[in-house]
């Protein structure tokens, strides 16, 4: 399995651009897929770069409604017209941070291969993405900040309902991605035993820890009890986009090599 960064808030491989957004792409023996596809079409020309053809792109997932995830879908739809993009039917409601809309462009909801799921759904023998992760342990603060309208126009704290996170699984391997983790990492780890009993080999995944400096006393104790969790794990672990600095730095002193930075453009060592 091939596994690279195409687009993360940080700068990685020669060339390639970052911004904050993310996009995984991944070769498996029967897909080559995405996971999101950043905030724009960078995540294209950092492809070009790599010498990646995304038209060979059979699947994309989208992890969760937000824009710096969906922000290259149509250009991807350009470039791979036949790829089944897979979404929560939730996706698509309108999301906001404050007054600023953070949710999908609409035309993706009009795209001929798109196809809403209601909950878990199993793709194929590699491919299973899973939802229902009701638990709040260590939920993310930085959540209460974002909500989502209802139909008559009354917006709502986010239940990130719409969050979907995808298993690979091939050759007795178990990859774990998500997102942004916006239902707390350790809930979806949770729920992930619920389905699988067991442990993921491989998570990659943003926290979403990131604050706005400085950070306070109980939320460095947040940050520090889900490292000390993480560490009971047998996974390793790989993070950014919106983990945040100084909670990914306070994370790496507590789990080593047991967790890996993210950087656009850069191949993951599985």
């Not at 992890?63 to 036949?82: C, F, N």
């Not at 992930?192 to 009993?197: A, C, M, N, T």
Request: glycine letters at 10%; proline letters at 4%.
């Amino acid at each position: 399995m091939r596994i690279i960064t195409l687009m993360e808030n940080t700068p990685g491989a020669p060339g390639c651009v970052h911004e904050h957004g993310l996009c995984l792409y991944l070769e498996t023996q029967q897909h080559t897929l995405l996971l999101d596809t950043g905030a724009t079409d960078a995540f294209a020309d950092n492809a070009a770069q790599l010498g990646l053809d995304l038209g060979r792109v059979d699947t994309v997932v989208l992890s969760h409604g937000h824009y710096d995830h969906a922000g290259g879908l149509l250009r991807l739809v350009e470039l791979a017209p036949t790829a089944a993009l897979y979404m929560q039917r939730g996706a698509g409601r309108d999301f906001y941070h404050g007054e600023r809309y953070i949710g999908i462009d609409k035309r993706i909801l009009q795209l001929p291969n798109l196809r809403l799921l209601d909950g878990d759904c199993r793709l194929d023998e590699e491919l299973f993405v899973f939802t229902g992760i009701t638990g709040r342990r260590f939920w993310p603060q930085s959540n209460r900040a974002l909500q989502v309208a209802l139909p008559d126009g009354t917006r709502v704290q986010d239940d990130f309902s719409h969050e979907q996170c995808l298993v690979v699984s091939q050759e007795g391997r178990h990859i774990l991605l998500s997102g942004c983790a916006h239902n707390g990492i350790l809930n979806i780890l949770d729920r992930y035993r619920q389905l699988f009993g067991a442990d993921p080999d491989v998570v990659i995944s943003g926290f979403h820890m990131k604050q706005a400096d400085p950070y306070t006393e109980a939320e460095w104790q947040v940050i520090e009890e889900t490292g000390r969790a993480l560490r009971q794990y047998h996974t390793q672990f790989y993070t950014g986009h919106c983990t945040g600095k100084p909670a990914q730095e306070r994370l790496q002193q507590m789990l080593g090599d047991q967790l890996r930075p993210l950087h656009s453009g850069e191949a993951l060592d599985l």
